[in-house]
């Protein structure tokens, strides 16, 4: 026995266990996360049952999803204000996904088993996704034209489901142009605005300068106004074309619904669907989610401005951390005296690497936003103060506050990189007649590159799923316009956006509707996983390719 432990083996079987359940642990939290977010677009059944609490209570009806299902004890459930027959020991209690929110007032609600009768899966309900008050169940019963009725029952499904298309095109229509086109008009007009306030300030002008650029203002003012009405005109007669539309609905209660189609974004029968047909509704859900814009408070709609906002964030903090930490490790090995200073200055950066992210977080808010970014504004954009260009938070100081905070990565990476490197190689270029510099750029860098995309991949996996420093420096809850467009410089790094991580916080702890919210919160994790995987594999295989071109070289 003491020469097994002496032997090593046991040491080698313990190290190999804990690699696996670390491995069995990740992958079974990547499939809970990949199941719960992405069944949430799965067109699920919708039931129909009688709920009567009590012998004396009348039958109420219900139609909704189930949610989940749970087994609660009667103590519990009786305590929750909740009648139970005092012989029953367990209750079986199922979340019912009702929707409604605009009838009922909530959204989800629990029913107890016993009080349920059986159930049934209508062929004829109908779901709604609406742009606002969430999702609607019910039963359809009239498609209406200008309050007019064109058809009942059958009939009014027919053309419904033909219509439908049609209204989701011209809403689609109306959200391009207040999204773009106008916001286009409008982001141009407040330009002018700023520059009317510059003249306005110049004292040195002459009267005829002035009066020059004052009438080249004015005529671009009409322009723009005159653009804006036509623009306005059109989006007002789309919104009466798909207004004339709506339907009128028959709730759970019995009462009565009538619904624009204006305010419908996609509509289906979960009960009468072939598998086909749930497989489409599948991928057009999935792909709504990872294209569009959110709603009802980040609870419904799309995450593009997260993902966008995560992807351009983590580009322009690689972009910076790269240059600075490689020419800080290479001053540091190949050129800086080595002595204490040297010693101190790598102890504080090993130590940088372990402040809590927050601290970066309040320097970056303090340095970035209020000091360089104000001077910015005090020096550029005086027209537009007090209003802060780049005196807020903004997408480049939180790209640079991350970068400041991975930057220790980067620089003991590249270092490591640059130690492995035999002093030989450098003997022999020197040697033959190259100076330092040139052995140094030639031959020394190219052969750590591996080491340099190593410390780039740890500092954009660290990089992409921080949050807590940038709640202070630049992501907000929701972005009304992306940091890209048509309008000059096209980039724009002063404006706030929306990030994958907060996005994630926000649904999950300060969503008004919780449950709501629940799914889209694994969905949304499972996204910045699967975004971190593809930028990591992108350098993985960029530092592999490196690799292997100086392979010889470094043999």
Do not use: C
Request: charged share 20%.
């Amino acid at each position: 026995m003491n020469n097994w432990f002496k032997s090593g083996t046991p040491w080698v079987w313990l190290n190999a266990g804990a690699v696996s359940i670390s491995l069995v642990m990740v992958v079974g939290l990547l499939l809970m996360i990949a199941v719960n977010g992405l069944g949430h677009f799965w067109p699920k059944a919708v039931v129909e049952f009688d709920h009567q609490p009590t012998a004396e209570a009348t039958p109420q009806r219900v139609i909704g999803e189930v949610s989940r299902s749970e087994t609660m004890t009667a103590a519990a459930m009786r305590e929750a204000g909740y009648q139970v027959p005092e012989d029953q020991d367990v209750v079986v209690r199922h979340l019912i996904k009702q929707g409604n929110r605009d009838v009922t007032g909530r959204d989800f609600v629990w029913y107890i088993e016993d009080a349920m009768s059986d159930w049934r899966y209508p062929e004829d309900v109908l779901v709604l996704e609406r742009t606002t008050w969430g999702d609607f169940y019910g039963y359809l019963l009239e498609f209406r034209r200008d309050g007019e009725v064109i058809a009942e029952g059958a009939a009014a499904r027919d053309a419904f489901e033909q219509r439908l298309p049609d209204s989701l095109a011209t809403v689609r229509a109306i959200q391009r142009i207040e999204r773009f086109d106008i916001g286009s008009i409008n982001f141009q007009i407040e330009q002018l605005r700023l520059q009317q306030r510059a003249l306005d300030r110049n004292p040195d002008l002459s009267e005829e300068a002035r009066a020059a650029r004052q009438a080249e203002i004015d005529a671009e003012r009409t322009d723009l106004d005159a653009r804006y009405a036509e623009l306005e005109s059109r989006r007002n007669e789309l919104r009466r074309e798909v207004r004339g539309y709506s339907i009128k609905m028959e709730v759970m209660d019995g009462s009565t619904r009538e619904i624009n189609m204006a305010d419908v974004v996609s509509a289906w029968y979960p009960n009468d669907m072939s598998l086909v047909q749930q497989l489409g509704h599948y991928a057009r859900s999935f792909w709504d989610f990872v294209s569009g814009f959110p709603r009802e408070a980040n609870t419904e709609g799309g995450i593009l401005p997260a993902i966008f906002g995560t992807v351009l964030m983590v580009i322009i903090m690689s972009i910076v951390v790269t240059p600075f930490g490689v020419l800080a490790a290479i001053y540091l090995r190949e050129y800086a005296k080595q002595g204490p200073l040297v010693r101190v200055i790598r102890i504080s950066v090993n130590n940088l690497a372990g402040v809590p992210s927050i601290v970066f977080g309040v320097f970056g808010l303090g340095f970035f936003v209020y000091f360089v970014g104000g001077g910015i504004d005090r020096m550029f954009y005086q027209d537009a103060l007090p209003a802060p260009t780049f005196g807020g938070p903004a997408i480049i100081w939180a790209s640079l506050t991350l970068a400041l905070l991975t930057l220790p990565v980067v620089i003991v990476s590249t270092e490591e990189g640059l130690t492995r490197i035999p002093s030989t190689i450098r003997q022999g270029s020197l040697a033959l007649g190259a100076t330092k510099a040139e052995t140094l750029w030639r031959i020394i860098i190219p052969l750590s590159a591996p080491a340099m995309m190593t410390g780039l991949i740890l500092a954009v996996a660290r990089a992409a799923g921080e949050v807590a420093p940038l709640m202070l420096v630049g992501v907000v809850k929701l972005a009304p316009s992306l940091p890209v467009d048509g309008n000059f410089p096209y980039l724009h790094l002063d404006r706030a956006f929306m990030h994958l991580g907060f996005h994630i916080f926000d649904v999950g702890f300060q969503s008004p509707n919780v449950e709501a919210g629940r799914p889209l919160v694994y969905a949304t994790a499972l996204i910045l996983v699967l975004l971190i995987i593809v930028l990591n594999v992108t350098a993985i295989s960029i530092r592999n390719h490196l690799r292997e071109k100086y392979k010889s070289e470094s043999d």
